[in-house]
């Protein structure tokens, strides 16, 4: 009997999307086949999740209704090799900047949806992007929602939109996280001590989040409240704005979107 999910690469990116299925039990470990390419790290995912791991990518094809294929974009043509889909098979594909045409190509025969999540899906609070390959049906649509609704928030996006919503929700994280060590390195400078200056950095970030997400008002108003004229905040954000703030995370996510472009081509 097929297991219902196979992974073709269980790092980072899959191992946060099974975790949260295996915790919420949207999938059993015995419903997940996985490979990746060294023994050593199929060991690892083997013993982390229950879960059959090794390293034939031709045994998790056969051996599943739907793949998952989960490896760097530019390994996925050494990992498949020769290998096929089996007929009508589903596969999602999470490589970023890689068209469903490409996969759609390389995956003969397949019904392909592409996916863009990001790594806050191991806690069901992340994003994850859904477009349909032209070989999709409605009902591999459906299905695939099902499964990736205990994830997070799933949106449907337009295939020329993906790189943008990968630059902005799959890349995301790590900005945040950039701030996040700047802002309590920053504490550090003035004295504080690195656990409280990183518990800080922390709350505010979570906190400002929530509240943004609950206000149901622009983050602008918000600001602006915690804005006094003449006072420290305003002093601080000044400095923010001579450092072209908004205009380096403009062309940071551009950055992104230029290099996708880059990684498709090759
Ligand atoms: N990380 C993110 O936040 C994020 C967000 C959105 C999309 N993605 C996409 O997710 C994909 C994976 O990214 P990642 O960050 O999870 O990378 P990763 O941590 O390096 O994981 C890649 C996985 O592929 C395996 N692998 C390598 N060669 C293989 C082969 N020949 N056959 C089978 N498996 C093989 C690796 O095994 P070894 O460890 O043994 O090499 C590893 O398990 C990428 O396409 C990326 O664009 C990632």
């Known amino acids: 009997m097929k297991k219902r999910l196979g992974i073709i690469g269980c790092g980072k990116m899959a191992s946060a999307m099974l975790a949260r299925w295996l915790e919420t039990g949207a999938l059993a470990a015995d419903d997940v086949i996985a490979c990746t390419g060294s023994a050593a790290s199929a060991e690892r ?7 059959a791991c090794g390293t034939d990518v031709a045994a998790v094809i056969a051996g599943a209704q739907t793949v998952l294929l989960a490896v760097k974009p530019q390994l996925r043509a050494g990992a498949l090799g020769d290998l ?9 594909s999470v490589l970023a900047g890689v068209p469903t045409v490409a996969l759609e190509m390389q995956l003969p ?17 992340g994003l994850v992007a859904l477009t349909p390959g032209t070989t999709a049906t409605p009902e591999d649509v459906v299905e695939t929602r099902t499964l990736l609704a205990p994830l997070g928030t799933v949106v449907d996006v337009v295939e020329s939109h993906v790189d943008a919503f990968t630059a902005v929700a799959g890349s995301g994280p790590a900005y945040v996280f950039l701030f996040l060590e700047a802002l309590a390195e920053a504490g550090m400078a003035q004295g504080l001590d690195p656990q409280t200056s990183a518990l800080l950095a922390q ?21 602006a409240e915690v804005t006094s004229k003449g006072g420290m905040t305003q002093a601080a954000l000044h400095v923010f704005a001579s450092r072209a703030w908004p205009e380096t995370v403009t062309e940071a996510v551009a950055a992104a979107v230029a290099r996708a472009a880059e990684l498709a081509r090759s």
């Open 45 to 51: 995912v083997a013993a982390t999740f229950g879960v």
């Open 84 to 92: 096929r889909p089996q007929p009508n098979q589903r596969w999602l």
């Open 109 to 125: 025969g397949a019904r392909v949806l592409r996916l863009m999540p990001n790594t806050p899906v191991r806690l069901g609070r």
């Open 203 to 223: 709350e505010t970030l979570l906190g400002a989040a929530l509240l943004a997400a609950n206000a149901g008002r622009p983050p602008s108003e918000l600001r």
